[in-house]
């Protein structure tokens, strides 16, 4: 027997178990990934990606932990920048991309790394902590409304703190104070724009013109809240302003139109002058004011930086508020002038800066009769709860500011609020002393230190003369020396020269000449037709006889269909209107009623005279005809109207805006054009009467040509002249005595 190991006989055998795989043993407390790898490869992937996240998540958050400490190099991206400010209190886009600009050119200008914590406490609160050495963080600002203002707390915060820091000692509430006191008077805005020539005056036109009030318009205004606002501001809509020359009253007005901008985001500017160069200097000036350099803000752009855009975005001549939030079809400011043919958008407050001038709408009658009209069209664009300010100097009786004036003292409610600043006041006890003889102690000089003593004298005797002084620098309206030749149409002398229709000439062409009105308006001039027979008397000169006038206030449809009646009534042989600036939509009309009343009219454009007096003129010459006996009057029922007229003109201007000369005015064309008053009697070759008539024919072949087409025919080159190379015979001089065909 052989012997067993112990351990081999006590223990029993093993039972046959099928053997698990074991569970892989952990690594501290994560997984063994070499065994995942092998057993499963994808649950290993999975796993290692996880494990790869996590780290990195780890390694981003003690990054951006880091980064949030006032002396991180680590800048945070664009957007992220914007949702810290966002996260700030910040809501309106533009306020949120604008403080984010500004802040990189604080933390440039200042030597800062523009991290997390800069955009998350504000300048201030980094320059502090690293003037400490430990973190200062920002006290939480809330997002609510400010008196006056039409962004929240925390917006006008982030400005102040990333766009006022070049100002350390004003406080956050001074700030806010400044603004609201810069919105409420353009006078004391100017101060900040460096306009150090303001005085007493400008802030007296500040207290004239009008304000908007800031406190009475809240943020998210609508456009219905916004208009009543508007129209609550002033109850007078329409503001004169007549100022020395040189005395800053066009800087002045610009700066006014600034507060508006800044006030009411959405409010439509609508700057007026004479020529589109001074317009185009004019918003030079203004967008100057609003175009900020980034890193050399003006003490204006520091205080509203959010109302500025880049220097040279958008157009030259407009400028769009970057708050505005009405969307608009206009812009914030825009442009107009005389010679632009367009008047311009709907308005809420619009600047005439010297919308006439010597060379523009105080030349002549006419020209004042259309700077008139021209006004009264741009107006018309305004708002009903908008206002307008006329700047201006005096020129010439019956200019624009002096119409504006008599129209407002003939209304009963005078809405016109008017002021007329002169450059110096005399002192009573001078009064008696002429111009010229004054001394600085006799007077008070009103636009100090600008206009002083010294300018003012040398003023007085420039070669323009006292006249020119006594107009631009006093604000009178001095009538022209020319102009005071007086007119008289005696009414016994009009009735003498009365005819029954029975005796009126039966022979000579018929003309019409019709004056259109630019107004329809109860206080306007009326649109008036003269219907005139021209003949001639014995002794060969150009008589003319009225056979009807028509006088009415009519719009440019009318104007043509009652044309087209008279000439289907006198069938004219010449119809002459005056060539206005519209004539073009008022030839149409005509053209339209011609074709109604199926007649030809034998229309002629006449160009208005560029000279001084023009009507006065053609009203002189008129009284010349009737003196002479070549002017009369067929007996009908225009003569009462037409005698009046004519009796009640003194002729200081050839009349004026509140007399009425339509009648007189239309007859006095006629005059002008086919009965000179001055007649000139030639001795005319007899070699000329071929070349006339073929004149006359060649200018009634284009009349007819115009009347068809429209004025564009052009005359036929001449045609060459033929020359006979047979030389002629030559013939005795005494031969020329016998009778004509007798033959030798």
């Known amino acids: 027997m052989v012997d067993e190991p112990l351990d081999a006989m006590e223990s029993p055998a093993a039972p046959d178990v099928q053997a698990t795989p074991a569970t892989p043993k952990r690594r501290g407390r994560g997984i063994d990934r070499s065994a995942l790898k092998a057993s499963d490869p994808e649950k290993f992937l999975a796993h290692k990606r996880a494990i790869d996240l996590k780290s990195k998540r780890k390694s981003r958050d003690k ?18 920048a914007k949702e810290l400010l966002a996260a700030r209190g910040l809501q309106n886009p533009h306020i949120i991309d604008f403080c984010y600009d500004l802040a990189l050119v604080a933390a440039e200008q200042n030597d800062l790394p523009a991290n997390r914590f800069l955009f998350q406490n504000g300048l201030r609160k980094t320059l502090e902590s690293h003037e400490l050495g430990a973190t200062q963080t920002l006290e939480p600002i809330p ?97 004169l302003l007549i100022a020395s020359r040189n005395s800053m009253k066009s ?10 901008v800044i006030t009411y985001p959405d409010s439509r500017i609508l700057y007026v002058t004479e020529t589109n160069k001074l317009s185009r200097k004019a918003m030079k000036e203004l967008k100057g004011y609003l175009e900020m350099t980034p890193n050399s803000p003006s003490l204006f752009q520091q205080y509203f930086g959010e109302f500025t855009v880049a220097p040279g975005s958008g157009q030259a001549l407009t400028y769009d508020n970057p708050l505005a939030r009405l969307n608009l079809p206009q812009h914030s400011i825009e442009q107009s002038s005389a010679e632009s043919s367009n008047t311009g958008s709907r308005f809420d407050f619009c600047i005439f800066d010297d919308f006439v001038s010597r060379d523009y709408g105080t030349s002549n009658e006419e020209q004042r009769a259309t700077a008139v009209a021209a006004w009264g069209s741009i107006m018309r664009l305004r708002e009903p709860s908008g206002c307008v300010l006329n700047i201006q100097t005096p020129w010439v009786p019956g200019d624009l500011g002096d119409v504006m004036i008599q129209r407002n003292n003939e209304d009963p409610e005078h809405p016109l609020a ?43 005797r420039s070669p323009e003369g006292l006249n020119f002084f006594r107009s631009q620098y006093l604000c009178e309206w001095v009538p022209d020396d020319s102009t005071l030749d007086l007119l008289n149409f005696d009414r016994l002398a009009l009735q003498r020269a009365t005819l029954a229709p029975s005796a009126a000439p039966p022979m000579g062409p018929l003309v019409i000449f019709g ?14 037709f ?66 109604n009343y199926q007649i030809v009219i034998p229309l002629t454009w006449v160009q208005p005279p560029n000279v001084r007096n023009a009507k006065f003129l053609r009203l002189k010459g008129l009284e ?6 070549r002017l009369q009057f067929v007996s009908g029922p ?23 000369d339509d009648r007189a005015d239309a007859i006095g064309w006629t005059q002008k054009i086919f009965c000179p008053a001055i007649h000139f009697q030639e001795t005319k070759a007899k070699a000329t009467d071929e070349e006339e008539d073929t004149a006359i024919r060649a200018a009634k072949k284009r009349a007819h040509y115009d009347r068809m087409f429209g004025p564009q025919w052009t005359p036929q080159p001449p045609k060459p002249s033929v020359v006979d190379p047979t030389p002629a015979k030559p013939s005795d001089p005494r031969l020329s005595i016998l009778p004509r065909g007798f033959r030798l």
Request: with cysteine; proline share 4%; charged share 25%.
């Open 515 to 528: 004056d259109i009105a630019h107004s329809t308006r109860a206080t306007a001039d009326r649109s008036a």
């Open 63 to 80: 990054e951006k932990k880091a980064s949030f400490v006032y002396d991180s190099s680590t800048e945070p991206t664009k957007p992220e």
């Open 251 to 260: 800087t002045w007005a610009r700066i006014l139109a600034l507060t508006l």
């Open 638 to 660: 225009y003569i009462d109207s037409l005698f009046d007229e004519l009796e009640r003109l003194d002729g200081t201007a050839g009349g004026s805006s509140t007399r009425h």
């Open 530 to 595: 003269a219907v005139s027979r021209i003949t001639t008397n014995i002794a060969g000169e150009k008589c003319m006889t009225i056979v009807d006038v028509v006088a009415d206030r009519m719009r440019s449809s009318q104007f043509a269909d009652k044309l087209a009646q008279l000439c289907r009534q006198w069938n004219p042989q010449f119809v002459c209107l005056e060539r206005t600036p519209t004539w073009d939509l008022l030839a149409a009309e005509i053209y339209r009623a011609a074709n």
């Open 143 to 239: 997002s609510e409304e400010v008196p006056g203002e039409l962004l929240n707390r925390a917006e006008l915060h982030c400005l102040w703190c990333f766009g006022f820091w070049r100002q350390p000692d004003v406080t956050f509430e001074q700030w806010l104070a400044d603004r609201l006191k810069f919105k409420l008077s353009a006078f004391e805005l100017s101060k900040i724009l460096g306009k150090e020539d303001f005085g007493a005056v400008h802030e007296e036109w500040t207290n004239f013109a009008p304000r908007w009030n800031p406190l009475g318009l809240r943020p998210g205004y609508t456009q219905r809240e916004a208009l009543d606002w508007l129209d609550a501001q002033s109850s007078t809509k329409r503001f």
């Open 624 to 629: 010349g005809l009737l003196a002479a006996g």
């Open 418 to 460: 008017v002021r007329i600043d002169t450059v110096m006041t005399v002192k009573p006890e001078a009064k008696q002393k002429g111009l010229l003889e004054l001394q600085e102690e006799d007077v008070v000089l009103n636009f100090l230190p600008k206009l002083n003593w010294k300018f003012v004298r040398n003023e007085l």
